[in-house]
């Protein structure tokens, strides 16, 4: 198993002050954590030859891809999760395997206290003379950077900041004469006129120096359609096909309106004439009353084959109700159709299909990203898989992973603080999810708890497990569901339970769809429900804001220390 490079920097990092004599910290030790998933559109079958969408699901926004002879890396947004842009590895674009994290060191950036949606936004790969780079803006926290790596498992560089660059969604380009270009989404070049009105700019850039050189020029004012005042073009990508260089970009905001247009022009600085039929891809417009519904999509992303095809990676959300979803915007596949010299990925009025024909490649063999599955961690140590990521970026080893436990020490950072707690997580990657574990804590001081929660930022989540309070020990679930809450949360139910000293208790959410059910029980396979048909809502996009999706995993906090 591959596993994160975040513990050698830790302990290489410089030693922290020695601590004084004082009682050991309490630690929570979780065992067993299962994760199981599926969703309404598993019912339809995926016959041989054919691929499920999406290919990556949950929390992987912003994807971004690359090909080297025949291995592909993707690369997506993580915001003020660690470690972050994680990389995942496939030789046919279906099946895919986190190899690493880009952003695994805790000197690498510094995410403050942060919302859980700022920080690393929109990263994009590309691969040049041997070296794999990444683009990145660090949103409130430094500004565009350039990472790169010889092996795109890491190690990765520290980041190289580009001052000159601004705005965000920066990506590189390499011309067949090896010149570098950045393309990224700015302020436009005098004032805004409206919400929403951006430009895409160039820059070229140096990769001996690592640095911006030359003018910079506006490439995109406004949009596609400038007359119907279009926001938010970003995430822009310059590919280059038969003499042409096309300019793609996500138009029209993140949400619904979401999507992908494309421009074409003779040389690289322009000017670029917008296609007469886009947008390329979209899901705007469509029935809100259609089935099992795919909206959202655009951010793509475009890649070829070694056989001349053709394929776009892209992002959109998969909502139950009105438009709620809680696993955030996940990575979809399409083939690319090239018309009259323009690159399609869908055209107007069409569905994204859940199922369609995959790419002609090798098959990767990989742990299933797509489709119902179950995925158990074992916590056989010594570090957890690369998919687990914790609140902002530690700056002590809190944390140890051996023998089939998890421990986490209890410490004051608590969830809703704007802190970094003791918490590790994984993505909610299903609408109907269950996550349970197995914890061994014993609460010692009014405030101390430790169990699981489902979480989309501070202000917003759900806890269930074990807690102190009025010097008893309870089994409780908790919710904080806005600001208006206090920070350690509201009790929603709770249980005077009786445990021996390390006796076992194990923990349950169960969620379904915007309904979440908590559960505990002392013996293994048998369940108390302490509270069903919450309302899991709270944790969707549309309540709860931002960018990011749900997590699901174990936290201790420590009211002492």
């Known amino acids: 198993m591959i596993r994160t490079a975040m513990t050698l920097a830790l302990l290489a990092a410089p030693a922290l002050a020695p601590m004084t004599a004082q009682a050991a910290p309490n630690t929570a030790a979780f065992s ?52 972050g842009l994680p990389i995942h590895h496939s030789t046919d674009l279906v099946n895919w395997t986190q190899i690493g994290n880009a952003i695994d060191r805790p000197g690498m950036l510094d995410f403050k206290r942060l919302g859980l949606s700022r920080a690393v936004f929109a990263p994009a790969i590309t691969h040049h003379d041997g070296l794999f780079y990444i683009l990145n803006t660090c949103v409130d926290c430094g500004g565009n950077f350039l990472i790169t790596a010889k092996d795109p498992k890491g190690p990765w560089s520290d980041p190289v900041w ?55 020029t506006v490439l995109l004012d406004k949009g596609v359609n400038p007359a119907a005042k279009p926001i938010w073009p970003e995430g822009p990508h310059i590919l280059k096909k038969d003499g042409w260089y096309y300019l793609t970009a996500a138009e029209g905001g993140t949400a619904e309106g979401h999507s992908q247009v494309a421009l074409r022009s003779k040389a690289v ?60 915007r996940e990575t979809f596949l399409l083939p690319v159709e090239w018309k009259d010299g323009w690159p399609v990925i869908l055209e107007n009025g069409k569905t994204i299909p859940y199922v369609a024909d995959a790419p002609k490649l090798p098959k990767t063999p990989a742990p299933p990203t797509s489709g119902p599955f179950k995925a158990a961690e074992s916590f056989a140590g010594p570090e957890l898989p690369p998919g ?88 409780r679930v908790e919710k904080r569901t ?47 429900t302490l509270k069903a048909g919450a309302d899991g809502t709270s944790l969707s996009t549309k309540v709860a804001g931002g960018f990011v999706g749900t997590m699901l995993g174990v936290y201790a906090h420590g009211a002492e220390q």
């Not at 001052?163 to 570098?180: C, K, T, W």
């Not at 390390?502 to 908590?518: E, M, S, Y």
């Open 482 to 528: 806005g600001k208006g809450d206090p920070v350690d949360g509201v009790v929603v139910a709770e249980k005077s339970v009786s445990l021996k000293n390390g006796q076992p208790l194990n923990l349950k959410i169960d969620v379904k769809a915007g309904a979440l059910d908590f559960a505990y029980g002392t013996a293994p396979g048998k369940w108390e």
């Open 162 to 216: 580009l001052p000159q660059v601004g705005g965000i969604d920066a990506s590189l380009f390499f011309d067949d004469d090896g010149r570098g270009w950045i393309v990224n989404n700015e302020e436009p070049p005098g004032p805004a006129e409206y919400q929403g009105h951006r430009a895409i700019w160039i820059q070229e850039y140096d990769p001996k120096t690592q640095k911006t050189i030359g003018p910079r």
């Open 32 to 83: 067993n954590f299962v994760y199981q998933g599926s969703d309404p559109s598993d019912a339809i079958k995926a016959g041989p030859g054919q691929y499920r969408n999406p290919v990556v699901q949950g929390f992987y926004p912003d994807p971004s891809v690359t090909r080297v002879g025949g291995d592909y890396y993707l690369v997506n947004s993580t915001f003020t999760w660690f470690p």
């Open 269 to 328: 600085t322009g000017p670029y004439v917008p296609y007469e039929h886009n947008p390329i891809l979209t899901q705007r417009g469509l029935p809100k009353d259609r089935p099992l519904p795919i909206t959202s999509a655009g951010h793509a992303d475009i890649v070829d084959t070694p056989d001349g095809k053709w394929w776009a990676t892209f992002l959109a959300v998969r909502p139950y109700g009105n438009d709620l979803y809680n696993t955030g």
């Open 388 to 475: 687990w990521m914790t609140m902002r970026i530690p700056t002590s080893r809190w944390w140890s992973v051996k023998g089939g436990t998890l421990n986490l020490e209890a410490r004051k950072d608590k969830l809703g603080g704007q802190e970094q707690p003791s918490i590790w997580a994984r993505r909610q990657q299903h609408m109907n999810a269950t996550a349970s574990t197995t914890v061994r804590f014993t609460p010692k001081a009014d405030g101390d708890k430790a169990g699981l929660v489902a979480l989309q930022s501070d202000d917003f989540y759900w806890f269930v497990g074990l807690v102190r309070d009025g010097g008893k020990t309870l089994v």
